[in-house]
C-alpha cells in the first residue's frame, strides 16, 4: 500500500454555494476547498454531467499519492488516470462501495492551483 496523505473531501451537493467555480469538462462547480483548513470541498453537478453516479451522489475522500500506478494497481478503477489540469494526475477507485480519489502532482499544488485560481 502506497504512502497516502490526506488531500480533501469532496461532498455532493444540489444547493448553490458561495464563490463556485464551474468546471466546464466534467460539468460541475466546486466550492470551498480553497477556504477550508479542513479541505472541505462541496461539488454540483449539471444535469449531463458525465461523471459517475457513484462520484455524483457519494462523498468521496482524496489523497496525495507519490505513485498513482501504484496506488491503483489492483483497485476496481472508477474514473482512470487523466490530467484535469497540468501538473496533476488523478484517478478514482472504489472501495467498499465508495469513491476514494487519488492525486499525484508533478510540481508543488500551489503552482497548479495557486490561491484563488484552483479550477480556473
Known amino acids: ?3 497516502l ?3 480533501h473531501i469532496g461532498i455532493p451537493t444540489v444547493r ?4 463556485e467555480d464551474y468546471i466546464a469538462a466534467h460539468k460541475l462547480y466546486a466550492s470551498g476547498y480553497s477556504q477550508s483548513p479542513y479541505g472541505i470541498e462541496w461539488m454540483k453537478f449539471d444535469p449531463d454531467c458525465p461523471l459517475p453516479e457513484l462520484v455524483r451522489k457519494v462523498p468521496h475522500v482524496g489523497f496525495i499519492v507519490d505513485d498513482l500506478e501504484e496506488a491503483i494497481a489492483g483497485r476496481e478503477i472508477l474514473i482512470a488516470p487523466n490530467c484535469p489540469v497540468d501538473g496533476i494526475t488523478v484517478a478514482f ?7 476514494v480519489e487519488f492525486l499525484q502532482f508533478d510540481r508543488p499544488e500551489a503552482e497548479v492551483w495557486p490561491q484563488g485560481a484552483k479550477f480556473k
Request: charged share 25%; glycine share 6%.
Open 1 to 3: 500500500m502506497p504512502r
Open 5 to 7: 496523505r490526506y488531500h
Open 16 to 19: 448553490p454555494l458561495p464563490k
Open 93 to 99: 477507485i472504489v472501495d467498499n462501495g465508495a469513491p
